[in-house]
């Protein structure tokens, strides 16, 4: 008789969501974020869920699968406890020991009020009022003290004596409850297959709950985020150490060699952190060549810094403003040579559609046919015939004080871009060459 899963009759929705947005909103502190941006990446905690939920039986008892799926997950109230990690201040304990009749009773007189907020007193059971008080939260704020269910080690030894009884398993982490209950329920180790990887969260989380996982992607970024998840995110302490040590050293020797070379510097001894680049196509109206930006604003941190835009001959020199007052700002913001596929010619003021400027066709399929020509392999420059050429128009530079700050390139700037592209252009072939080797090896 077919034994129907978890997943086929009822799933928590609604808290698996609500932990898959706070994991959402962590940007860049989410686990696997820092090995590249994947559009399409899941959330771990939606991963961990779904692979639970179809490998767990649907019994007789949907209220005890429900319970044990929550524990598992450190979504009941155990576990969000064990998962709190932000503690709540005074003021917040103290509104609600005071409206609630039960905490009222047994800590309201730990509480002295001051003149501008409540403090609590000498010798009070701080931890206990927490956690009575957390109690009292709804799922929602709850979360908001608490760590993601990923980043939680282990459940409490109570836990897994409640999950073990009930699903006849031996375990002390979810990686052997995965274990013990794929052998007792499949004969084997549970597999999980992905034939879309993507950013790598599926084979990723399941590898790390103990899963045999295989992966695999038609795009090579995507097989390659998904590879270095596994192997770098998911390396234990010693090797983390090891990667460290040696991404140091690739680090301190590619570090060596720029410094030789002199191209990061400027007249200065500042030293580039980044270079602003943007595209420049001639304006079919009247002929001028216009820098593509879409936004005239370069920074916020380093002082507000916009560029100006000056006509010289038949180009525009960009001038980099720093400290711009707050209408220079505000119209910055609102400024732009380039938006929704259309050029607007700061010169003549008239917009042209860059699919025209391409010389785009539809062929007989009916598919877009680009008007652009294809670059060559050993190419990494617009030649002098192109349509759109490239322009570095602003540096962000870190000074010895350790301050940053923005600048047009000047004459040094430039010369040092001329000598990476020369270095660039002597290497490339070797460069693709060896590349090439490396893969047929690997």
Aim: charged content about 30%; proline content about 4%; hydrophobic content about 35%.
């Amino acid at each position: 008789m077919y034994e129907r899963s978890f997943i086929e009759t009822q799933f928590p929705v609604s808290k698996v969501s609500k932990e898959s947005y706070k994991e959402r909103k962590a940007v860049q502190s989410q686990t696997l974020t820092g090995m590249g941006r994947w559009w399409g990446r899941k959330p771990l905690a939606l991963v961990r869920a779904t692979i639970l939920g179809c490998i767990l039986p649907s019994t007789k008892s949907p209220q005890k699968d429900m319970e044990m799926f929550l524990k598992l997950m450190s979504m009941d109230n155990g576990g969000l406890l064990l998962r709190k990690e932000k503690s709540i201040n005074v003021k917040k304990l103290y509104e609600v020991v005071k409206n609630d009749k039960l905490l009222s009773k047994r800590y309201l007189q730990w509480f002295k009020e001051a003149p501008n907020e409540p403090k609590l007193k000498h010798g009070s059971p701080r931890n206990e009022i927490e956690q009575a008080v957390f109690q009292t939260f709804g799922y929602d704020e709850k979360i908001e003290y608490c760590i993601r269910p990923e980043q939680l080690n282990t459940l409490s030894t109570e836990t897994w004596e409640e999950i073990n009884e009930y699903y006849g398993t031996k375990a002390n982490s979810l990686k052997e409850f995965i274990t013990e209950f794929s052998n007792i329920k499949f004969g084997k180790a549970l597999r999980v297959g992905d034939c879309f990887c993507g950013g790598g969260s599926i084979p990723f989380e399941a590898a790390r709950i103990g899963c045999n996982a295989y992966a695999s992607d038609l795009n090579p970024v995507a097989g390659l985020l998904t590879w270095a998840s596994i192997n770098l995110c998911g390396a234990n302490a010693k090797e983390i150490l090891k990667i460290k040590r040696f991404q140091n050293k690739v680090y301190e020797n590619v570090d060596e060699k720029i410094e030789k070379l002199g191209i990061e510097r400027n007249e200065l001894g500042d030293r580039a952190l980044g270079y602003i680049y943007c595209q420049e196509v001639r304006c079919p109206e009247c002929g001028k060549i216009v820098p593509l930006l879409t936004t005239f604003v370069i920074g916020k941190r380093a002082g507000k810094v916009v560029v100006k835009l000056r006509l010289n001959n038949n180009k525009f020199d960009i001038d980099v403003i720093t400290d711009a007052s707050p209408d220079e700002f505000k119209k910055a913001g609102e400024s732009y040579t380039v938006a929704s596929g259309d050029l607007f010619c700061p010169n003549c003021h008239r917009i042209t559609p860059l699919s025209s400027i391409r010389g785009d066709r539809l062929g007989n399929d009916g598919k877009t046919i680009y008007g652009l020509r294809g670059m060559e392999k050993e190419e990494f420059l617009p030649s002098a015939s192109d349509l759109f050429s490239e322009r570095l128009y602003a540096i962000r530079y870190l000074r010895s004080d350790g301050t940053r700050y923005y600048r047009a390139p000047s004459k040094r700037d430039l010369k040092n871009e001329e000598k990476i592209k020369k270095i660039v252009a002597k290497h490339i072939v070797i460069w693709q060459k060896k590349r090439i080797c490396a893969k047929q090896c690997y």
